[in-house]
């Protein structure tokens, strides 16, 4: 099993920046892939930013230019960096990482989650 645990969420103005990070901790055999969704309220939950273990990124066409996700292999933490932010980034931001299993599979896990709001 791997744990996540995420931190550095808040209540910010727009404009502001915050930066989360998300530690993954326990059976850890190889992470292929980390990043962070959120979740609004009344909505379904959608990717924010992804690294994997190559080193590329995804973000969502809607942070582009104002996030950056960074990741340190060594200590299986990833960090999203946000900037310029908005109202409509108010959301639960979960860390997600795509882990090997003893045989290599892949297998999804999630953190509890971390809030953000950013008011107006």
């Known amino acids: 099993q791997v744990q996540l645990v995420e931190s550095g969420g808040g209540l910010v103005q727009a404009g502001e920046s915050l930066r989360l990070s998300c530690v993954a901790s326990g059976r850890i055999f190889s992470i292929y892939a980390m990043g962070w969704y959120r979740q609004a309220p009344g909505k379904q939950r959608e990717m924010v930013a992804y690294t994997t273990r190559g080193g590329s990124t995804t973000y969502a066409d809607s942070v582009k230019g104002r996030f950056t996700i960074s990741r340190d292999i060594a200590s299986n933490t990833v960090a999203l960096q946000m900037n310029s932010l908005k109202p409509e980034d108010t959301a639960v931001y979960y860390c997600?990482?795509?882990?090997?299993?003893?045989?290599?599979?892949?297998?999804?896990?999630w953190g509890r989650g971390t809030q953000v709001t950013v008011s107006s």
């Open positions: 997600n990482t795509n882990a090997a299993n003893t045989y290599g599979r892949g297998i999804d896990y």
